[in-house]
């Protein structure tokens, strides 16, 4: 068992995101489907309680805990990309699946969990601070999905 564990509260989905996650990113499995062994606020017992999964290799655990807390962008998942097909694979897939869309490259999925896509283009740019970042950063907050081509335009002053 890994020391650190990311724990992610889901409604009732955690095994279905989990499957879904690992059909959609690489590096990405499930480990461990766990059911209750009684009844509980948010489950009965031999339902589906925890469901351990990694998702490019980082181990997390879902928990089915019910619709007392939801998700907010104070917590992401973010996933590097290294170009504009990469990209977008990821992003349709989330968006796709009943996600949806907000700005500057991130995006929720269908359980609530938000994510952000990011081309190794756009954090390459801000790394290089001065002009160069201050253009891709106003070139990504036009964006949802992050468009590399506009984004290495603006890198190049273009």
């Known amino acids: 068992m890994a020391k650190n564990t990311i724990c992610i509260w889901y409604d009732t989905g955690a095994e279905e995101a989990a499957n879904f996650y690992a059909q959609t990113f690489p590096d990405t499995r499930v480990t461990a ?3 209750a062994p009684s009844d509980n606020p948010s489950t009965k017992a031999g339902a589906v309680l925890t469901v351990d999964f990694t998702v490019m290799g980082i ?3 879902g928990l089915n805990g019910g619709p007392a807390f939801k998700h907010s962008e ?7 990309t290294e170009d504009q097909e990469e990209t977008d694979r990821y ?3 989330l968006v796709g699946n009943g996600g949806e869309e907000s700005m500057c490259g991130w995006c929720r999925d269908k359980w609530g969990i938000n994510w952000q896509i990011t081309p190794r283009a756009l954090s390459n740019a801000m790394q290089q601070g001065g002009e160069t ?3 891709a950063f106003d070139a990504m907050m036009k964006m949802k999905k992050i468009d590399v081509a ?4 603006a890198v190049r002053g273009a």
């Open 74 to 80: 104070a917590f992401s998942m973010q996933i590097a």
């Open 133 to 135: 970042a201050k253009r």
């Open 150 to 153: 506009r984004i290495e335009a």
């Open 59 to 61: 181990p997390c655990i």
């Open 91 to 93: 992003w349709n897939a």
């Open 33 to 35: 489907v766990h059911t």
